[in-house]
């Protein structure tokens, strides 16, 4: 079996860990040490299970005079596709502004990540700052630090996230994808995580319930002498 397929430990006792469907996609080991809170119950939850997808801030900061485009830009919120009941969530609002277009690790902004075990269920969850962010194209990748989470053993680490943005076509899905996605879940990815350093976006979010967006990079070629 891939390396990339992660484990859950399941209600029934007399059950054997089983594979997700999806595989690689156990943000949080639910069980672990005792963590895995009800989402309700976490009054530090950055985020709300019953809601459909979570809404991120917008690019746009209303209010603020125009100035120059920022070089770069990765926002929005939605859920992972799932086979099973588990309901698995990421939001982003990272920024590069015009002034650092050409210092990718000078980003700023948010993420928030959650994995239950279904809908309003028990599970892991995280939110921290963005540290660096480049795109090309409409992919992004990002890199953040944990400043919050109900697994203490994740905390002030480094995390890496790849968005795929397809667009808002019909029938169109935006791809995910995580630093720790080879190593069977957050808590046994390695201490030190390059910034921008992450995995190929081959998840898929569920139609519905969210979308991605992503500024195309802009920075400065370098010229001959």
């Not at 990540?113 to 992919?139: N, Q, S, Y």
């Amino acid at each position: 079996m891939s390396r990339t397929t992660t484990r859950r430990i399941p209600t029934n006792p007399r059950n054997h860990y089983r594979a997700l469907a999806v595989g690689a996609a156990l943000l949080m080991t639910t069980g672990a040490a005792g963590a895995a809170v009800a989402a309700g119950d976490d009054p530090g939850h950055p985020l709300s299970a019953s809601s459909s997808h979570l809404v991120s801030a917008s690019s746009s900061h209303p209010g603020k005079a125009a100035g120059p485009r920022e070089a770069a830009a990765l926002t929005g919120s939605a859920k992972m596709y799932r086979k099973t009941a588990e309901d698995v969530t990421f939001t982003f609002d990272a920024h590069l502004a015009a002034k650092d277009r050409n210092d990718p690790s000078q980003a700023t902004g948010t993420f928030h990540f959650v994995h239950l075990d279904e809908p309003g269920g028990k599970g892991g969850w995280a939110k921290g700052r963005i540290d660096c962010l480049m795109t090309g194209g409409k992919v992004a990748t990002a890199t953040g630090v944990i400043d919050e989470t109900n697994l203490p053993e994740i905390k002030d680490k480094r995390v890496g996230f790849t968005v795929d943005d397809k667009g808002r076509g019909k029938g169109t899905q935006d791809r995910v994808g995580y630093s720790w996605a080879a190593y069977g879940g957050t808590q046994g990815q390695p201490d030190t995580l390059a910034k921008c350093a992450s995995s190929a976006p081959y998840e898929k979010v569920r139609k519905g319930t969210g979308d991605f967006d992503v500024l195309p990079w802009k920075f400065d070629y370098p010229t001959g002498r």
